[in-house]
């Protein structure tokens, strides 16, 4: 009997037996029960954003893709940082090239018709994952792929992950893409595997003015608990209830 031969009748063999076993003797994994464990309970994870700070300079976008493999050449991103332009007609232009991966080397948007002088204000806005304490995208996942851990951070397991997209549409910040590598969703996880041991996320450490920054809500001690808890941020898109867990300095009022 030829080796060949032999690994069939062995595969045959194994199969009709499992194929005989009620459904009770295997253990089926749950999602659920895989990442409970996962996180600090003790922690819950924000970011704050001074959009004051922000220059558009695109350091923190750069940072993040080579940090998270993220293709550098494609225009997807975790992080990225669009720029507002509010002429005097009260109009706004908003663009964001490459995520603002490159930062920002004309003084207007390009391909409007916006003049210098046009112009009443502009600003840099940076944008990620806002953590949501609600998050629609856990919530709509058939698989249980998308999950919530314990201090706050929405994670997405490659291995759950059908790429159904249900979690894409569901996010109202459009912080969800699909990883062009892995075929699977993707988006900002504040750099889990950085600051679950003390390190800072990619794009606060690459900031160098400062406007990006992480700490611990559950800790009242923390400097970013005190900013937040004590003087005026702002949060994105509130009439959705998620309970974003990104907050902003100096937000103006016509971002949407």
Not at 151 to 160: A, F, K, N, Y
């Amino acid at each position: 009997m030829s080796c060949t031969r032999r690994k069939f009748l062995k595969n045959a063999f194994t199969g009709s037996i499992a194929a005989s076993l009620p459904l009770t003797a295997f253990k089926l994994l749950n999602p659920a029960e895989v990442h409970a464990s996962i996180g600090d309970a003790k922690v819950r994870w924000a970011f704050l954003v001074d959009v004051q700070k922000c220059v558009g300079c695109g350091f923190c976008v750069k940072a993040c893709k080579l940090e998270n493999d993220i293709p550098y050449d494609l225009p997807v991103t975790r992080t990225w940082v669009e720029r507002y332009v509010i002429t005097k007609d009260g109009k706004e232009h908003i663009d964001s090239p490459m995520g603002g991966r490159d930062g920002y080397t004309s003084p207007v948007v390009e391909g409007d018709d916006v003049k210098p002088n046009d112009i009443s204000k502009a600003f840099f806005l940076p944008k990620l994952c806002n953590q949501c304490e609600n998050p629609p995208c856990v919530q709509v996942c058939p698989v249980g792929a998308s999950f919530q851990t314990n201090d706050g951070v929405v994670l997405i397991d490659r291995t759950w992950c059908i790429g159904c997209g249900y979690c894409i549409m569901a996010c109202p910040y459009g912080a969800r893409f699909f990883h062009p590598k892995y075929k699977v969703a993707d988006k900002c996880t504040f750099c889990y595997h950085r600051i679950s041991k003390g390190m800072k996320t990619a794009c606060v450490e690459a900031c160098p003015f400062g406007a990006r920054q992480i700490g611990n809500l559950k800790d009242p001690n923390d400097p970013i608990t005190k900013i937040i808890t004590t003087e005026r941020v702002s949060i994105l898109k509130d009439e959705y209830g998620t309970k974003p867990q990104v907050y902003y300095i100096g937000l103006d009022m016509s971002v949407r």
